[in-house]
């Protein structure tokens, strides 16, 4: 996972260790009390005010790796804020700086509309109760004085799902939140995180339950050029996982589901989007309600495969393991019939492979599920470009205008854009998060530093086409709409 503080992802990784150490021994319900005294001996506070802040800190992130609520007040949001390590962020957004030099003209003071600049001994100040955000103080400043301090959180969360208590704490609206995940790693106190499926999965595996995992096609290339899925395989197994397949396979099902909805679209004029990546999803039911009907009703390449497991054996326990923190609201989803059970992100799996003493160890390429098209979905454009091969396949001769959306950010302006009827292209490609999965919140190495690496693995897969590919593996005949 990616992010600017390393203490920050150390302390998560060992909560979640810890956890996953407890539960394959079977006495976590024992010692979980005692993690947080382990974990933070004392005397001395290492990174907050005192060693009980940090402490409890701990004990809410012990309850988020069992998949409970760090507050007690238990809700369905995955994403969920660490109350304890929130402080000490400005809670108002525009702040006077030293530069300010009280000047005669008053220029930020009478810019104001709302009465909430006054002139106190040394510089300005500004009331947060009465300040609305407007900015016409700062623009006004002639020294440049005003600050606009926004909150990391708030900053990236594309849909205003972030607000604040009294005290400044962070609150997450669930009726806007689309679960991107994009909050979590900017926060620099690590006070927002995700409920873990970690100790269900451990306990699943003891039972003796028949557990499938499901790799992201986004995972090539995350380890370096010697971990293939063939380490995956073995390792998950070593774990106790009963086999794995690869979602890219299920890229392939979706892709040429997909195609046949678009050219039936395409030939009626309609215009639609993808279905795939779930924090998209989530955005147009949340937000634009209005453009459900223009929604692939396909499902996604977890959701194909889990079903594909479960046709054969309806008892198997689905896992899905990624970059996307969107995918755990995803298996929540109970309208969709099939689907996985859980979903796990790069570090909760490891974290619970290497409380089971097993890791990560180089192997030939030799296993592959997906084709180059069905690898490449987790890349921005990659739907688009398996969709197409599709087309060519089927021999439809269409050849479409497709938006393909980088980021949360874009994907609203071409739903806006859908919503009031000013779309210009056919299609919509929705990928939340910059670069496609392969830039999701919880990747091991950003999208250029596991370029390279990814490109050499999926270009030694054959080049088999997408629908010979699914005829070989018998994932042709699998139901693949959302109800």
Known sequence: MVTNDATILRIKHDVLYEVAKLAWEGTLEEKK??????????????????????????????????????????????????????????????????????????ACQNSCNFGAITMGEERAHIDPNKCKECGKCAQACPYNAIAH????????????AITYDEYG???IDEKKCIQ??????????GAIGTKTFIVDVIEL???????????????????GKDI?????????????????????????????AEAAEWAEAYKEGKKMTTSCCPAFVNMIKQHFPTLLDNMSTTVSPMCAVSRMVKEKDPDTITVFIGPCIAKKSETLDLN???????????????????????????????????SVFGKRFGNSGGVTAAVVQCFKEMKENIEPNVMRCN???????????????????????????????????????????????????IGQADGREVHANLRELGADQVHMHRH
């Open 169 to 171: 704490i962070c609150e």
């Open 205 to 223: 595996i003891k039972a003796g339950k028949k557990v499938v995992a499901m790799v992201a096609p986004a995972t090539e290339g995350q380890f």
């Open 407 to 457: 980021g949360a950010a874009e994907c609203k302006k071409a739903l806006l854009l859908m919503k009031v009827g000013k779309l210009p292209a056919d299609f919509v490609e929705g990928m939340a998060c910059v670069g496609g999965c392969v830039g999701g919140p919880s990747k091991h190495k950003t999208e250029m530093e596991a370029k390279k690496d990814r490109d050499m693995l």
């Open 336 to 370: 969709i019939q099939g689907n996985a059970d859980y979903a796990m992100t790069f570090g909760e799996i490891r974290a619970m492979m290497r409380a089971k003493g097993v890791e990560l160890e180089p192997e030939e390429n030799s296993y592959q599920d997906g």
């Open 180 to 189: 991107c995940g994009a909050c979590i790693h900017s926060c620099p106190f």
């Open 33 to 106: 009390d005692d993690l947080p005294y382990q974990m933070i001996p004392g005397p001395q506070a290492q990174f907050r005010c005192c060693i009980y802040k940090e402490r409890e800190i701990i004990r809410q992130r012990v309850r988020l790796a069992q998949g409970i609520c760090p507050s007690g007040h238990d809700t369905r949001n995955v994403v969920q804020v660490i109350g304890a390590a929130c402080e000490e962020c400005p809670i108002a957004s525009y702040i006077v700086t030293d530069n300010c030099r009280k000047c005669m003209g008053k």
């Open 149 to 160: 301090l926004e909150r990391p959180c708030k900053k990236v969360c594309p849909v205003d």
């Open 228 to 256: 293939t899925m063939a380490s995956w395989k073995t390792a998950l197994k070593k774990v106790g996982f009963a086999d794995m397949i690869e979602v890219a396979l299920g890229g392939d099902m979706t892709a040429a």
